[in-house]
T-cell receptor
């Protein structure tokens, strides 16, 4: 069993829809990261969480430490949100363990 | 402030050769981590450096090595290249180590033929 599990693996949505991507982990962590990767490879760090909830524009990330679960929400989705979203957990120092990613496609 | 830079961006090597990849962190950042991304294995942690010391190492063979210089720039080296080493190699820098946000570079795409 992977230490970091993401669901769903693939997600399609119509523009404007509310999107949720889930991440569950089985190890003790120092922080949880949500990353975005566009075709071509570039990775952007969206959020780093150790508790509670963070919001940036249309993106919201929550984490429940007791349940070892995090969610990434995208409100009013847009085609430019199409990307792979990756959950990663920090284990000691800066070692990250990654989920397999969720490929999101938003259609106009 | 300039972002994380990686050189070269693309590289083609032959089996058995060695390669050195470079990463320049954001100015002021002292932590540099390296990751390998392949279609089969996804993203995997290679190593982490902080103040010229390797603090953590992933499960990769000894052919993979790295170092960090006093200006925080980091290099990773892969010797005796194998076809399976073809991957996108990403580095990320952070202000400090231990739960700080990491900023990723654009990556170096290595193809081994």
């Amino acid at each position: 069993k992977n230490e970091v599990e993401q669901s769903p693996q693939n997600l399609t949505a119509q523009e404007g829809e509310f999107i949720t991507i889930n991440c569950s982990y089985s190890v003790g962590i120092s922080a949880l990261h949500w990353l975005q990767q566009h075709p071509g490879g570039g990775i952007v760090s969206l959020f780093m969480l150790s508790s509670g909830k963070k919001k940036h524009g249309r993106l919201i990330a929550t984490i429940n430490i007791q349940e070892k679960h995090s969610s990434l929400h995208i409100t009013a989705s847009h085609p430019r949100d199409s990307a792979v979203y990756i959950c990663a957990v920090g284990i000691n120092t800066d070692k990250l363990i990654f989920g397999t990613g969720t490929r999101l496609q938003v259609f106009p | 402030k300039a972002g994380v830079t990686q050189t070269p961006r693309y590289l083609i090597k032959t089996r058995g050769q060695q390669v050195t990849l470079s990463c320049s962190p954001i100015s002021g950042h002292r932590s540099v981590s390296w990751y390998q991304q392949t279609p089969g294995q996804g993203l995997q942690f290679l190593f982490e450096y902080f103040s010229e010391t390797q603090r953590n190492k992933g499960n990769f063979p000894g052919r993979f090595s790295g170092r960090q210089f006093s200006n925080s720039r980091s290099e990773m080296n892969v010797s005796t290249l194998e076809l399976g080493d073809s991957a996108l190699y990403l580095c990320a820098s952070g202000l400090m180590t231990g739960g700080y946000e990491q900023y990723f570079g654009p990556g170096t795409r290595l193809t081994v033929t």
